[in-house]
């Protein structure tokens, strides 16, 4: 199971930190990515890193401003999230898959947390 964590309510240019616990399996092994979805839009991808945490992924709209990590000794992964924008408003969800490839694709993840309310306020 993945558990996402973290969301709230932050101002414009503010920040926040999101965490995804997993537990019952070997996620330290998986790649675990980002997605979020806008009221009235389809999910898309944020953010991706690989399970040896060596090779990381952006969507365009997000690179440069925030930071995918984690920490398998406690199966965790973070998303660090600065110069937060309204744009980025969205529940956002962890996911995890063992698939190398298409990692941008949601259908290429095979569990998911339940998600996470970001609200950023202009």
């Known amino acids: 199971q993945l558990q996402a964590s973290g969301g709230g309510l932050v101002q414009a240019g503010g920040s926040l930190r999101l965490s995804c616990a997993a537990s019952g399996r070997a996620f330290s092994s998986y790649t675990m990515g980002w997605f979020r979805q806008a009221p009235g839009k389809e999910r898309e991808f944020v953010a991706a890193?690989?399970?040896?945490?060596?090779?990381?992924y952006y969507a365009d709209s997000v690179e440069g401003r925030f930071i995918i990590a984690r920490d398998s000794p406690v199966n965790t992964a973070y998303l660090q999230m600065n110069s937060l924008k309204p744009e980025d408003t969205a529940v956002y969800y962890c996911?995890?898959?063992?698939?190398?490839?298409?990692?941008?694709?949601?259908?290429?993840?095979?569990?998911w947390g339940q998600g996470t309310l970001v609200t950023v306020s202009s």
């Open positions: 890193i690989s399970w040896r945490g060596d090779k990381e």
């Open positions: 996911a995890a898959t063992r698939k190398i490839l298409r990692l941008r694709l949601g259908p290429s993840y095979d569990y």
